[in-house]
């Protein structure tokens, strides 16, 4: 199993393919392998690298402040330790929020962003959402909130027609015995989010995707973002919900696939 090293810690990363290299981003889960109906598709031509947040699946639990800025600085150093000078990156909600740090701070270490399902900053409703999900995992534990999750995420279709394959991924989202206190801290992370006033520093080609009946990070958001990053393409898929590239893995790997290919034309 291939580890690389961060600081104090270890991150489990998975390689798919060759070509030139597409980091894959997850969201709050942190697990790579929430890309796998992305794997087949995107590694056909590109060199695809996904990694375990620190904190997730099979790296290191680190008892730290989790924070965007130290997923990011992670994010950075994988690409480090793997020699990838520069890279698209494709994220997912936190995933997303990772690009847009990496995109202001290190701009020539990234060639094509995507901000999938991703937003700007905790409004009312987007607070609500997370505390709510906090509340539940400090009191009923970690088998509830992974429980109550695709609730957030999937449309009801998706969960009605894949409850076997739903339950049986829950048994691996987070690795055996979940630390309650890291998942906590990720999600204060989350909420502590914000970096509205330097997006327009942002000089990328960019494409912020967002889905119609997202209930998690509403369609709003990427509306936001196309206004605030100046060279930022949006684009709105009409079902899904928050974890489209799961639910509808075709429509999803097409968009991204023929953005990341226009900077090759």
Known sequence: MPFAPVTDAELYYEEHGTGFP??????LGGV?????????AFAQSYRVILHDHRGTGQSSRSKIAYSLEQMADDTL????????EKAHLVGHSTGGAIAQILCVTHPDRIARPVMASTWTKAD?????????????LLAA???????????FLHPSWWIRDNIEKLEKAE????????????????????????W???LGEITHETLV????????????????????????????????????????????????LDFLREGSA
């Not at 790579?32 to 087949?40: D, F, L, R, S, V």
């Not at 009312?124 to 539940?136: A, I, N, Q, T, Y």
């Not at 967002?210 to 684009?235: K, Q």
């Open 171 to 194: 048994a691996t989202v987070y690795g055996a015995n979940p630390d309650i206190d890291i998942m906590a801290s990720r999600i204060d992370a989350l909420l502590a989010f914000d």
């Open 32 to 40: 790579g392998a929430y890309w796998n109906p992305q794997i087949e």
């Open 77 to 84: 150093k994988l690409m480090d330790a793997l020699d990838i």
């Open 196 to 198: 509205t006033a330097r």
């Open 141 to 151: 534990g970690a088998d509830a909130y992974v429980k109550a999750t695709p609730i």
């Open 22 to 27: 597409v980091m894959m981003v997850a969201g």
């Open 209 to 256: 995707l967002g889905v119609a009946n997202d209930h998690l990070t509403p369609a709003y958001y990427s509306h936001e973002l196309g206004t605030l990053i100046p060279n930022a393409e949006v684009m709105i898929m009409a079902d899904g919900a928050h974890a489209a590239s799961q639910t509808m893995p075709d429509e999803f790997n097409r968009i991204v």
């Open 124 to 136: 009312g409703f987007f607070r609500r959402c997370f505390e709510v999900r906090k509340e539940l």
